[in-house]
């Protein structure tokens, strides 16, 4: 018997709208915070494997800012390493974003970095300013699936706007290419202080794929102060609206 598409694609990814953004679960194939088990194994063939560097050695870690979601050391190493479907992975420490081996507790922000102004000021309302710096389109995908009624994070006020007039900060998707680094720090500027910045995607966070390219301009990163990274290549839209929510401490499950 012939399968309706429709049919498979549920079954595949489950119910899609979200009633409940922070629930423990992420529904369908999602490669979310990696668990590294203390199984000792070759660790150089295991760093040899990830094509940006994301996998340290001594002990076996992962960097979430670098890692592509590839699997690879998963499909090589399953007894090593296995990516679980928590979804809950964005930060506002860098450092934060680095799980080594043994580690089962989540991925969070640091309260103590938290500007006191981001909660006073954007808990009811909070304005960005998208910003494509190079970027696949696959990370915008998932930003613009944010707003849409499956996850709808416009019924907590978060919203995209054009005008970076109208923002309160911007979020950069793309590992800033030279062609739009002097586009991204004209529209950060534009927007009235205080501000926020959000790296959204491995490419944003720490060049990717295209890390160390003559064909990119990071010295925006390098100069400003970043208030929340949301990793993932792309990040799932529940990744980042759950870090979103955690950094200006705004909950609403209905």
Do not use: W
């Amino acid at each position: 018997m012939q399968i309706l598409p429709e049919v498979q694609i549920l079954y595949r990814l489950g119910k899609q709208y979200i009633p409940d953004v922070t629930a423990p679960q992420v529904p369908g194939p999602f490669k979310g915070r990696p668990a590294i088990s203390t199984e000792r194994v070759d660790e150089d063939a295991l760093a040899s494997l990830c094509p940006t560097g994301a996998i340290g050695k001594a002990p076996v870690s992962i960097d979430m800012g670098k890692c592509v979601m590839c699997g690879e050391c998963a499909f090589a190493f399953p007894h090593k390493i296995k990516f679980t479907t928590d979804y809950k992975i964005a930060t506002n420490v860098r450092e934060r974003l680095v799980v080594k081996e043994g580690e089962t507790g989540p991925i969070s922000l640091d309260e103590t970095k938290v500007r006191n102004e981001i909660r006073s000021l954007f808990g009811r309302s909070l304005k960005l300013r998208e910003i494509s710096a190079g970027g696949s389109n696959a990370d915008e995908a998932e930003l613009n699936a944010c707003g849409n009624p499956n996850f709808d994070m416009g019924r907590f006020g978060i919203e995209f706007l054009a005008s970076p007039r109208h923002c309160d900060g911007i979020v950069i998707t793309g590992p800033i290419s030279e062609n739009m680094a002097e586009a991204t720090r004209i529209c950060y500027e534009a927007i009235p202080s205080p501000k926020l910045i959000i790296l959204v995607g491995s490419d944003a966070i720490s060049g990717g794929i295209f890390a160390g390219s003559k064909a990119l301009n990071r010295r925006f990163i390098e100069e400003h102060p970043i208030d929340l990274y949301v990793p993932g290549n792309p990040p799932h839209p529940l990744t980042f609206v759950n870090g979103i929510l955690e950094l200006i401490r705004k909950r609403k499950t209905r």
